[in-house]
Nanobody
């Protein structure tokens, strides 16, 4: 059974930092592209950052470029999102996603972790 378990969310002041983690099980982690998405109240879920299975390529939403960094540790089956200089508009539930590109239905989500940034 595939499980993605996020952790590291919380309440932080504007300008602060948080590091999210997503631990995967039940998948061959090194074969999956990993992404972080977020969804704020009343808004659609949006892609925040993505990293390929080999970590050779990363992509970021324009709103987080220069502030957030995605990374992964295939030995620990874990993906991270380092978030610096947080802003109130970063407040959302953050979701981890695992996608196996050769088979699109192999697309899994975590339960989400709340990030709240106070001004």
């Amino acid at each position: 059974q595939v499980q993605l378990v996020e952790s590291g969310g919380g309440l932080v002041q504007s300008g602060g930092s948080l590091r999210l983690s997503c631990a995967a099980s039940g998948v061959t982690f090194s074969s999956y592209a990993m992404s972080w998405y977020r969804q704020a109240p009343g808004k659609e879920r949006e892609l925040v950052a993505r990293i390929t299975n080999t970590a050779d390529t990363t992509n970021y939403a324009d709103s987080v470029k220069g502030r957030f960094t995605i990374s992964r540790d295939n030995a620990k089956s874990t993906v991270y999102l380092q978030m610096n200089n947080l802003k109130p508009e970063d407040t959302a539930v953050y979701y981890c996603n695992a996608k196996y590109r050769p088979i699109p239905r192999y697309n899994y989500w975590g339960q989400g972790t709340q990030v709240t940034v106070s001004s």
